[in-house]
């Protein structure tokens, strides 16, 4: 789950990591996954010159991860380094605006992110729990469009050029 500029977004992924080295310092990741979030908004009417807007989309992430303890301990630290691409979708909804758009916009994105990751895990079992920190630039957008509203100052809708995201991971060594 992330929030960043009056948006919140959740996402579900599946990654896969290899070690590159016997010792485990190095490893390359690839995470497939989708995201769907939007404007803070808690619902009833929308006022002159409010925007609500959803987005979602999928993505895939090739990446490299540096484990500087390696991964023979029960608590890894990982840094790693991505660049997630995919198809995003956007819904704006500007009740009461003068100018008319399609609602819907569709887009390629992309983005570099940087991860930080704090993995728990027993030895002796296959499963793992991990705190993650992740944030970046994100460099393909979709277009802004500006809204001009009956009496008020004219508001803009885009997306943030911005990615960041705290959460948590779950997962199986095999």
Do not use: C
């Amino acid at each position: 789950m992330g929030a960043i500029g009056g948006y919140a977004a959740g996402s579900a992924a599946f990654e896969y990591e290899r070690s590159i080295d016997k010792k485990g310092y190095l490893s390359g990741t690839v995470r497939i996954g989708a995201y769907y979030g939007g404007t803070f908004y808690l619902g009833g009417e929308l006022e002159n010159g409010e925007i609500y807007s959803r987005t979602s989309g999928y993505y895939a992430a090739p990446g490299i991860r540096f484990h500087p303890l390696g991964k023979a301990h029960s608590i890894d630290l990982g840094i790693g380094a991505y660049l997630p691409f995919g198809y995003g979708h956007r819904n704006d909804n500007a009740n009461g605006s003068i100018n008319r758009y399609d609602p819907n916009i569709n887009h390629f994105f992309g983005a570099t992110i940087g991860e930080l990751t704090v993995d728990f895990r027993n030895l002796s079992s296959r499963a793992t729990f991990a705190i993650v920190l992740t944030g970046g630039y994100i460099y393909a957008n979709a277009e802004k469009r500006t809204y001009y509203f009956h009496n008020s100052i004219p508001q803009d809708s885009e997306n943030d050029w911005v990615y960041l995201q705290a959460g948590v991971r779950f997962g199986v060594r095999w």
